[in-house]
C-alpha cells in the first residue's frame, strides 16, 4: 500500500495540547503523510490559558489551496477541525470542493465545544457556519455538545446514556443516511465511555467503547478524530477504526492521569504512540 495522504485543516497551538500538534504526530505515527494548512498560529490554545496570542492565517488558505491543486497534489482524505472564523469556513469548503474525488473521504470534526458550552471564540453565526461546512463531510465526528448545536436541540435533552436515543441522534446527524457519523460520549455504563457509529455505506449502526477515565483532559477530541481518520485511510472500517480511536483515548487519558501534569498541558500522548504504530502493524 502507497502512503496514504491526508490535508489537515486545522490551527497550530504552540503549547497546550489540539489541533495540530495532535493530528500530526498521530498521523505519522499510524503510516499516514499529514499535510498541513494552518489557519492561525496561537501561542496556546483558547481553554485554560487567558492571553494568548492569535496569527490568523485565513490569507494563506486560498494561495495555497491553488497552488496545491496546480501542482496536482491529491488526497486520501481532507481533515478538518477547529475554525478561528465563518470566513475560514467558506475557505475550508472551497479547498473541499477542489480536493475532493470519487474515492477520498472529507473528515469533519465540527470542533465548536464541549460541556454544554461553545468554546469562547465561537459566535452563534460561526456554529451556524460550522453547520454549513458539516454538509461537506462524509465522516463527522461531533461529541454531544456539538451536536446539540448542530441539530438545535438543548444539550440537556441530548441523551447519550440509552441505545435507543444515541441511534436516534447519529441518525439525525446522518441527514437521511447520506453521511456516516461517529457520535462520542456515549454512554450507557457508567464504567465506560464510547461512542455511536453510522456507516453510510454498510447501512449499519454500532456502538463502540473503552474504560472511561474520570478526568478530562484538553485534545481528546482532536486525538480521537485523528486516530480514526488514520485509521479510516489506512482502509480500516468504520466501527473498527472508531473502536481503535476509543481504546486509545482511553488509554492515553489514563496514562495522563497518573502523570499530575496541569490539565490544560491537554492528554500526554506520545510516550504512546508506538502502540498505535504496532497495532497498524498487526
Ligand atoms: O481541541 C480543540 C481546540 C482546538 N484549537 C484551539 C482550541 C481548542 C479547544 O479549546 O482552543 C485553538
Not at 491529491?74 to 480536493?99: H, P, W
Not at 454544554?116 to 459566535?123: A, E, N, Q, V
Not at 502523570?259 to 497495532?279: A, H, S
Amino acid at each position: 500500500m502507497s502512503t496514504p495522504r491526508v490535508a489537515a485543516v486545522h490551527d497550530l497551538s504552540g503549547f497546550g495540547r489540539c489541533s495540530l500538534s495532535i493530528v500530526m504526530p498521530t498521523l505519522s505515527a499510524m503510516g499516514v503523510q499529514c499535510c498541513p494548512l494552518p489557519t492561525a498560529f496561537l501561542s496556546t490554545h483558547t481553554g485554560g490559558f487567558t492571553g494568548n496570542t492569535f496569527l490568523d492565517l485565513t490569507n494563506q488558505m486560498a494561495p495555497v489551496t491553488d497552488h496545491w491543486h496546480r501542482e496536482g497534489v491529491t488526497f486520501d482524505a481532507v481533515y478538518t477541525g477547529f475554525m478561528g472564523s465563518r470566513e475560514q469556513m467558506t475557505l475550508t469548503a472551497d479547498f473541499i470542493k477542489t480536493f475532493k474525488t470519487e474515492q477520498n473521504l472529507i473528515v469533519i470534526d465540527p470542533v465548536m465545544g464541549d460541556h454544554g458550552k461553545p468554546y469562547r471564540t465561537y459566535t452563534p453565526e460561526m456554529c451556524a457556519s460550522m453547520g454549513a461546512l458539516a454538509a461537506h463531510a462524509d465522516v463527522l465526528t461531533p461529541n454531544r455538545t456539538e451536536t446539540a448545536i448542530l441539530l438545535g436541540v438543548p444539550y440537556e435533552e441530548l441523551r447519550l446514556d440509552r441505545e435507543e436515543d444515541a441511534r436516534k441522534w447519529a441518525m439525525e446527524l446522518s441527514r437521511s443516511g447520506s453521511r456516516s457519523v461517529v457520535l462520542t460520549g456515549v454512554s450507557m455504563e457508567p464504567d465506560t465511555v464510547g461512542a455511536v457509529c453510522y456507516d453510510r455505506d454498510a447501512g449499519e449502526i454500532a456502538f463502540v467503547s473503552a474504560k472511561r477515565i474520570d478526568e478530562q483532559f484538553h485534545g481528546t477530541g482532536d486525538l480521537f478524530a485523528s486516530v480514526l481518520t488514520g485509521a479510516l485511510v489506512r482502509g480500516w472500517k468504520l466501527r473498527d477504526a472508531a473502536q481503535l480511536a476509543a481504546d486509545f483515548v482511553s488509554l492515553a487519558a489514563a496514562h495522563t492521569a497518573a502523570q499530575d501534569i496541569p490539565k490544560r498541558e491537554g492528554v500526554d500522548f506520545e510516550p504512546l504512540l508506538w502502540r498505535l504504530g504496532q497495532k497498524l502493524a498487526d
